[in-house]
């Protein structure tokens, strides 16, 4: 059984496929929880057509949001799904509940046909097998309990961060299944997007990750 928890900041334009893409799973042993966290937006009220758990936090703070659901899941296998990223086959949830190792991730796709996202999404799958997460995080709220969390002091990177540390407990693996993500930061930054990441991951450089919707 899942908790799966989505953190959600004015993703009205997202999170239906989300949602849809859950709920054509053919395994249904799952709860859904959407952490709305300082939208104005119709997010909140879309999420709530689809799950009863929706919570609504006035802070806009993806950190906050993470684990404020982990501390809500009934379950003790937790998947945090981004917003903007759902499953590309119905037996995905069937695969991670049967691969899935202490904490796992998933391979992705790119919500655009576009050589160059493809290119990008193969480095990424690649990075992925050494410890990236790809829009999606599947962990045991009794690890993710142990390391406290997401560390607040870790954006962009806490996925990575929250990998990292799980890896020392319990292992790590790739599901191997796909999940799609919106590339729709890369249209946004272009080539720049390089430059940002380098910063961030090589020089430690706290640059700011300003929402693209």
């Given at each position: 059984?899942?908790?799966?928890?989505?953190?959600?900041?004015?993703?009205?334009?997202?999170?239906?496929?989300?949602?849809?893409?859950?709920?054509?799973?053919?395994?249904?042993?799952?709860?859904?929880?959407?952490?709305?966290?300082?939208?104005?937006?119709?997010?909140?009220?879309?999420?709530k057509k689809y799950?009863?758990?929706?919570?609504?936090?006035?802070?806009?703070?993806?950190?906050?949001?993470?684990?404020?659901?982990?501390?809500?899941?009934?379950?003790?296998?937790?998947i945090f799904l981004?917003?903007?990223?759902?499953f590309n086959k119905?037996?995905?949830?069937?695969?991670?509940?049967?691969?899935?190792?202490?904490?796992?991730?998933?391979?992705?796709?790119?919500?655009?046909?576009?050589?160059?996202?493809?290119?990008?999404?193969?480095?990424?799958?690649?990075?992925?097998?050494?410890?990236?997460?790809?829009?999606?995080?599947?962990?045991?709220?009794?690890?993710?309990?142990?390391?406290?969390?997401?560390?607040?002091?870790?954006?962009?990177?806490?996925?990575?961060?929250?990998?990292?540390?799980?890896?020392?407990?319990?292992?790590?693996?790739?599901?191997?299944?796909?999940?799609?993500?919106?590339?729709?930061?890369?249209?946004?930054?272009?080539?720049?997007?390089?430059?940002?990441?380098?910063?961030?991951?090589?020089?430690?450089?706290?640059?700011?990750?300003?929402?693209?919707?």
């Amino acid at each position: 059984m899942f908790s799966i928890v989505i953190p959600a900041y004015n993703e009205e334009k997202y999170i239906s496929l989300t949602l849809d893409s859950i709920k054509l799973q053919n395994f249904k042993d799952y709860e859904i929880i959407v952490v709305c966290n300082g939208c104005n937006d119709k997010t909140s009220n879309i999420a709530k057509k689809y799950t009863k758990n929706v919570i609504e936090l006035k802070e806009k703070n993806v950190i906050k949001a993470k684990n404020k659901g982990a501390s809500l899941a009934r379950y003790d296998k937790i998947i945090f799904l981004d917003a903007d990223t759902k499953f590309n086959k119905n037996n995905a949830l069937s695969k991670i509940s049967k691969q899935s190792k202490g904490i796992s991730t998933c391979f992705f796709l790119p919500d655009k046909t576009s050589l160059k996202y493809y290119l990008f999404c193969l480095a990424k799958n690649i990075v992925s097998l050494f410890g990236a997460g790809n829009g999606i995080i599947i962990c045991n709220k009794k690890d993710f309990t142990k390391v406290s969390g997401f560390d607040k002091n870790i954006f962009p990177l806490e996925n990575r961060n929250i990998i990292k540390k799980i890896k020392k407990i319990n292992k790590f693996n790739v599901v191997n299944t796909f999940v799609i993500t919106s590339m729709r930061r890369h249209e946004n930054w272009g080539f720049s997007g390089l430059f940002y990441w380098a910063n961030v991951i090589f020089f430690n450089k706290k640059n700011k990750y300003d929402p693209i919707r």
